[in-house]
């Protein structure tokens, strides 16, 4: 008599239920890893994304810390700020500004006034983020190329934002704050006739005690040095570069409009003839980490 159930043939090349669950449970965690490590990869650029434009504002609210801390004698001020992927340093001796007279008697007189001043830097690995080898920026978009800016409004400090591959210690993103100058003009009345005042405005950041306890930078106000020179009908100012050979913080690291200014008759602001001008330079301590 006949089985009433079909018999069915073994088939050898065939794989069971229990293979073919591990083998897509194994393809489903690749996947899954897969993503997980792509996924990671992206926050970690978007994190350190972040840390680098919350710097760029703590380097703008530094500046601003600096001007007021620069005109007050034993002034100080703390300003925070948070990093994971890159650090922060002080830089000493990054800019050399010396200062030229030329009077109305045909004088011309470099006066005795130092203008060496320190930056402050916040340092990213490229590895970490990048913009791109060379890329340069100033922060704000509008701020002026220009080391000297007239105006009781202007800055004593300018942001810049840069990536280079070939400066010394490696490739890094880096954000700067860098000292730079602000001249007030004034006219004074008098019985014997009207002079015209010319005041020179010049932070000099220089290095403290950096510990490194915490993130934070502490500025203070420790001195104030002043050169006056009567019957002026020029002026000469120049900036140099101490740290170019050695760091690779040249001219092309900051990138002014140029590294020489002359104010006379003709430059704006005016320079008129039989000029008072007077030098201003605020001493600054700069000390990282200082419990």
Not at 233 to 251: E, K, N, R, T, Y
């Amino acid at each position: 008599m006949q089985n009433s159930h079909r018999s069915f043939r073994k088939n050898k090349s065939a794989t069971s239920p229990a293979i073919s669950t591990v083998i897509l449970m194994a393809s489903a965690v690749v996947m899954i890893l897969v993503a997980m490590t792509y996924a990671n990869n992206i926050l970690s650029v978007k994190m350190a994304e972040n840390e680098y434009n919350t710097n760029k504002q703590f380097m703008q609210t530094t500046g601003q810390q600096i001007d007021d801390i620069a005109w007050t004698i034993g002034r100080a001020q703390t300003v925070s700020y948070s990093i994971k992927y890159g650090n922060v340093e002080f830089q000493e001796v990054a800019l050399d500004y010396t200062f030229q007279v030329h009077t109305s008697m045909g004088e011309l007189k470099t006066l005795n006034m130092s203008g060496k001043t320190g930056i402050i830097l916040y340092n990213m690995p490229v590895g970490s983020y990048s913009l791109g080898n060379n890329y340069f920026a100033r922060t704000p978009i509008t701020a002026n190329n220009s080391f000297l800016l007239p105006d009781s409004s202007a800055p004593i400090s300018q942001v810049i934002c840069e990536q280079k591959s070939s400066i010394s210690g490696g490739s890094y993103n880096r954000i700067a704050l860098v000292p730079t100058m602000r001249v007030l003009t004034s006219t004074v009345t008098s019985t014997t006739g009207s002079t015209n005042y010319f005041k020179f405005y010049l932070p000099d950041l220089e290095n403290g005690t950096n510990l490194y306890r915490s993130q934070s930078i502490t500025l203070t106000g420790e001195g104030i040095s002043k050169v006056t020179q009567d019957h002026v009908d020029q002026v000469i100012i120049s900036v140099s570069f101490p740290q170019a050979a050695s760091l690779g913080f040249d001219s092309s690291f900051f990138n002014f409009k140029s590294n020489t200014i002359t104010l006379d008759s003709a430059s704006t602001p005016k320079l008129t003839p039989d000029s008072v001008v007077e030098f201003y330079v605020g001493n600054v301590i700069v000390t990282i980490g200082q419990v």
